[in-house]
Nanobody
């Protein structure tokens, strides 16, 4: 059974940082592109960042460029999202997703597995 479990969310002040983690089990992690999506209250889910299954490429939403960094550690079956200079508009539930042999920036419908999400609240 495949599981993706996010952690690291919480309450942080504007300008602060958080590092989200997504631990995967039940799959051959190194064969999967991984991505982070988020859903803010009253809004649709949106892509935040993704990393190619090989780790050779990363992509970011414009809102994340220069502030967020996605990385993966295959030995720990974990993908990370380092978030710096957080803004109130970053408040959302952040979920990770896995896409078999994917690019890391596919549409959300292409992802095979999803985590439950972790809440991030940025207070001003």
């Amino acid at each position: 059974q495949v599981q993706l479990v996010e952690s690291g969310g919480g309450l942080v002040q504007v300008g602060g940082s958080l590092r989200l983690s997504c631990a995967a089990s039940g799959l051959t992690f190194s064969n999967y592109a991984m991505a982070w999506f988020r859903r803010a209250p009253g809004k649709e889910r949106e892509f935040v960042a993704g990393i190619h299954w090989s780790g050779s490429d990363t992509r970011y939403a414009d809102s994340a460029k220069g502030r967020f960094t996605i990385s993966r550690e295959n030995a720990k079956n974990t993908v990370y999202l380092q978030m710096n200079r957080l803004k109130p508009e970053d408040t959302a539930v952040y979920s990770c997703a896995a896409d078999y042999l994917g690019s890391g920036y596919a549409p959300s419908r292409d992802y095979d597995y999803w985590g439950q999400g972790t809440q991030v609240i940025v207070s001003s």
